[in-house]
T-cell receptor
Framework: LAKTTQPISMDSYEGQEVNITCSHNNIATNDYITWYQQFPSQGPRFIIQGYKTKVTNEVASLFIPADRKSSTLSLPRVSLSDTAVYYC????????????FGTGTRLQVTL | DAGITQSPRHKVTETGTPVTLRCHQTENHRYMYWYRQDPGHGLRLIHYSYGVKDTDKGEVSDGYSVSRSKTEDFLLTLESATSSQTSVYFCAVERSAGGGNEQFFGPGTRLTVL
């Protein structure tokens, strides 16, 4: 399984765009990139998933360069409620995915 | 929430006692997972299941066993609880979404082993 590296923590002010980058140098051909968000005392929540180029939904955008060795989760105009831990996962889908969550990136949003 | 419930939500037990945690889902998902979460370690996979009676080990399976006799229920058992198993336990199911898969997590069970 591909190993991922992401910053331990980030700080932002409310209203700013936040970009969290994840490195996954040994990503395999059949691996997808998935991001989850976790609030304290809750289970992680799926945010977005992609294979290549750009994916956008109502919550975030995911940018994946051509070599797929990294990916960037972009959160537009964050609010205080976006304060959470964000996990980048890389692995195959279509089977029981033994994905590794790691410790994630702790995003703190302040006024 | 993909219809996932966990029971109990909180439990305090003593070292050496057996403990069983239950994960119940209502949407007939094939794949189910048990994770534990500890400060500084993120989520770590304990066991997972890819169907009734089909289970396999994750990265931290020592001291844990699982059973899945019905699609909707995935049980995690600590045969003889130890203080190192004090943790928050999350169950998850996986479903297909737009070519990939996504996991949906239950509310968690906070287990304290004294």
């Amino acid at each position: 399984l591909a190993k991922t590296t992401q910053p331990i923590s980030m700080d932002s002010y409310e209203g700013q765009e936040v970009n969290i980058t994840c490195s996954h140098n040994n990503i395999a051909t059949n691996d997808y990139i998935t991001w989850y968000q976790q609030f304290p005392s809750q289970g992680p929540r799926f945010i977005i998933q992609g294979y290549k180029t750009k994916v956008t939904n109502e919550v975030a955008s995911l940018f994946i360069p051509a070599d797929r060795k990294s990916s960037t989760l972009s959160l537009p105009r964050v609010s205080l409620s976006d304060t959470a831990v964000y996990y980048c996962l890389v692995g195959p889908t279509g089977t029981a995915s033994k994905l590794t969550f790691g410790t994630g990136t702790r995003l703190q949003v302040t006024l | 929430d993909a219809g996932i419930t966990q029971s109990p939500r909180h439990k305090v037990t003593e070292t050496g006692t057996p403990v069983t945690l239950r994960c119940h889902q209502t949407e007939n998902h094939r794949y189910m997972y048990w994770y534990r979460q500890d400060p500084g370690h993120g989520l770590r996979l304990i066991h997972y299941s890819y169907g009734v009676k089909d289970t396999d080990k994750g990265e931290v399976s020592d001291g844990y066993s699982v059973s899945r006799s019905k699609t909707e229920d995935f049980l995690l058992t600590l045969e003889s609880a130890t203080s190192s198993q004090t943790s928050v336990y999350f169950c998850a199911v996986e479903r297909s979404a737009g070519g990939g898969n996504e996991q949906f997590f239950g509310p968690g069970t906070r287990l304290t082993v004294l």
